[in-house]
């Protein structure tokens, strides 16, 4: 199905580990971005791709790399873990000159421990 | 930078009933894009309703309508005949239709809604 798949789901980490979250999307989308979902904050956002070989910081890029691979991938990698890192990660993507819409992965809730 | 913000952290709502989420943002731009969206506990991020402030009428989309008042920076969303579906967390969100922003999206904390019987 057409859409932007993350990957994990579900992750555990202890503090200092590294890890890198996947996103691709399909749809031949420019723009990707990289948000953080904490209970009490909304998501806010942390890098963006604006098109291919692009990335800029959001709000809350500190402890964060992205790599933006292709134009179906957009990765976000954390280095060295910290508990302040727990969340929920989204991706997102969208064609922008169009009146499309934003279409969101599932998700992946991270835990550091 | 933009700002939106949702003061009702919680909201119920008692099925059949309408009810109306609040949502503020601030701005210096003309010309920009206003979101509610539907998280239910899937995760799943659901667009439910989108306004163009250079509309003067309310989007509506069945069930679900908003209030835009431009001056005020206010764009609140009405749900009527409430049902138990409808029980998710709410955001509002903004964007700048100026080109060079790469469309970022800038979410409120979110209201949750619950449905009761």
């Known amino acids: 199905n057409a859409g932007v798949t993350q990957t994990p789901k579900f992750q555990v980490l202890k503090t200092g580990q590294s890890m890198t979250l996947q996103c691709a999307q399909d749809m031949n989308h420019n723009s990707m971005y990289w948000y953080r979902q904490d209970p009490g904050m909304g998501l806010r956002l942390i890098y963006y791709?604006?098109?291919?070989?692009?990335?800029d910081k959001g709000e809350v890029p500190n402890g964060y790399n992205v790599s933006r691979l292709n134009k179906r991938e957009f990765s976000l990698r954390l280095e060295s873990a910290a508990p302040s890192q727990t969340s929920v990660y989204f991706c997102a993507s969208r064609l922008t000159g169009t009146n499309y819409g934003y279409t969101f992965g599932s998700g992946t809730r991270l835990t550091v421990v | 930078a933009q700002t939106v913000t949702q003061s009702q952290p919680e909201m119920s709502v008692q099925e059949a009933e309408t009810v109306t989420l609040s949502c503020t943002y601030d701005?210096?731009?003309?010309?920009?894009?206003l979101f509610w969206y539907k998280q239910p506990p899937s995760r799943q991020m659901i667009l439910v309703i989108r306004?163009?402030?250079?509309?003067?009428q309310n989007a509506t989309e069945n069930r679900f309508s908003v209030n835009f008042q431009k001056a005020a920076k206010s764009f609140s969303l009405k749900i009527s005949d409430s049902q138990l579906g409808d029980a998710a967390m709410y955001f509002c969100?903004?964007?700048?239709?100026?080109?060079?922003?790469?469309?970022?999206?800038?979410f409120g904390t979110g209201t949750r809604l619950q449905v009761t019987l």
């Open positions: 791709s604006a098109s291919e070989g692009t990335t």
């Open positions: 701005t210096s731009e003309s010309d920009y894009y």
């Open positions: 306004q163009e402030a250079y509309k003067q």
């Open positions: 969100a903004y964007r700048s239709a100026f080109t060079g922003t790469a469309s970022k999206l800038t």
